[in-house]
């Protein structure tokens, strides 16, 4: 059985079943047979890295510059563990985004998932209170935010050439069951005074309207002329609630601001920091420290740094957004962790020179480790260099939720033989262990925890 991105013609089917067939492509299936066919999967991805590890100087160069070729080798050169299962398989997702578009019947102010593609000019937007990794209370937000919608005066913007305003909504919860929504709004033409009529309607209806069956303990709304912005570019502004729902993970809690990274399956999170935390310091390292420095690179809200403090002298946490910097902040004091510094910016600019403070050995004098959890595109490659060339990282641990992209480019960088003219002076690393752990059940993702030791 093989990944199929797209089912076979499925228009003879209802709509719900088109739906669940595009977000959720492995429903049909057993939960069994689904890690079963993510174990092969991600098994063939790693056989494409196991040949890199293997083959001779002469193709090294060139797996580094071309599309990888099917995998020669049948077994790999080092140990793939058993995927790890989510603890919770159906309506997992702490945070879901729906969009608003024409509907089956036509409705323009429709609330739910795209079926077809713009290109192809097709597009239906299909309510989603079927799909399997879609918890209740998401499901209702934005069953009531359709509601809005449909007594609302505006237009829903759909092009943002064609005018229109109300856009998607966000819904974000916790395993304690507090609810964020964000509302997203362009702003087209509107002077601020009129902005604020229509967000006083939109505070009504969910908290005194017929949306307050929702239970809003966040209320946040977005003004945006653009298809996504941050915060720094438009403010995210609190219209009902309190600012942050809250967390835990590893008996550790953590803030959640509107816009900020977290893994939108706490359970199986719980499984993959406990994975990281063990094989990412040495054996020696137990609570107390001892384990030398954590470099946490793209650390988001601080998550795997601060569930790995407690056995590290130091962590170093390298994030993009700012908010994020902030929320980890918040989040170590929060925990009363002292040994962790989190540095905003690229992780471009800012690790090549951290390295060089770091130098030769870390303070403390124990041992170097690295983690990484880059998005899809993979990290940049003067952070891969930076990696590469310090000598005191031993080992590496990349956690990947895409490693047949771009990350894979990644892997083989880390592994290749010393090359001067694309500045790999470094030793090269090996992967030494591969742990998948299912972050997503129904899609045919996962998560990829990969140990890199040298």
């Not at 809005?148 to 005066?153: D, T």
Request: with cysteine; net charge neutral.
């Amino acid at each position: 059985m093989k990944f199929r991105n797209k089912p076979a013609s499925n228009e003879h089917l209802p709509w719900e079943e088109r739906l669940a067939d595009s977000v959720t492509p492995l429903w049909r299936l057993s939960y069994y047979d689904q890690l079963q066919l993510k174990q092969k999967h991600q098994e063939r991805i790693l056989l494409q890295l196991s040949d890199q590890v293997l083959c001779g100087e002469s193709t090294q160069h060139k797996a580094l510059t071309q599309c990888p070729s099917p995998p020669r080798s049948t077994k790999l050169s080092f140990p793939l563990l058993p995927i790890l299962p989510s603890p919770v398989r159906d309506g997992y997702r702490n945070k879901s985004t729906f969009s608003v578009n024409r509907g089956v019947d036509g409705n323009p102010k429709t609330v739910g998932f795209y079926v077809g593609t713009g290109k192809a000019g097709n597009i239906v937007c299909v309510n989603g209170d079927h799909l399997l990794n879609m918890p209740e209370r998401h499901k209702l937000v934005a069953r009531c935010y359709q509601d809005f919608l449909r007594l609302s005066a505006l237009e829903p913007c759909l092009l943002f050439h064609d005018g229109g305003h109300w856009r998607e909504v966000t819904v974000r919860t916790n395993a304690a069951g507090n609810t964020m929504a964000i509302v997203y709004f362009h702003p087209q033409r509107l002077i601020p005074e009129e902005i604020e009529v229509h967000k006083s309607s939109l505070v009504e209806y969910f908290t005194q309207g017929p949306g307050a069956i929702c239970q809003l303990d966040s209320l946040y709304f977005q003004e945006s002329s653009m298809t996504r912005c941050s915060h720094e570019e438009s403010p995210y502004q609190l219209l009902h609630g309190q600012p942050h729902i809250h967390e835990e993970v590893l008996g550790f809690k953590f803030r959640i601001s509107a816009d900020a990274f977290f893994q939108v399956n706490q359970g199986a999170a719980d499984l993959l920091y406990r994975t990281v935390r063990e094989m990412g310091l040495p054996n020696g390292a137990r609570e107390g420290g001892g384990g030398g420095t954590l470099l946490d690179v793209c650390c988001g809200t601080g998550a795997i740094g601060i569930t790995m403090s407690p056995r590290a002298d130091r962590v170093i946490g390298i994030e993009l957004i700012q908010q994020a910097v902030e929320d980890a902040r918040h989040n170590a004091a929060l925990n009363q962790i002292q040994n962790c510094e989190f540095l905003p910016g690229k992780a471009e600019v800012v690790l090549p020179g951290l390295m060089g403070v770091l130098g030769s050995t870390t303070d403390s004098g124990g041992p170097l480790t690295a983690v990484v959890n880059p998005a899809r595109a993979g990290l940049h490659y003067r952070v891969i260099r930076a990696l590469r060339n310090h000598s005191s990282i031993r080992r590496l641990l990349y956690i990947s939720c895409k490693p047949e992209g771009e990350a894979m480019r990644n892997f083989r960088e880390l592994c290749c033989s010393p090359d001067p003219h694309r500045k790999l002076t470094g030793e090269a690393f090996r992967p030494t262990v591969a742990v998948p752990v299912d972050m997503f059940p129904h899609t045919p993702h996962c998560e990829l925890l990969l140990v890199f030791e040298r």
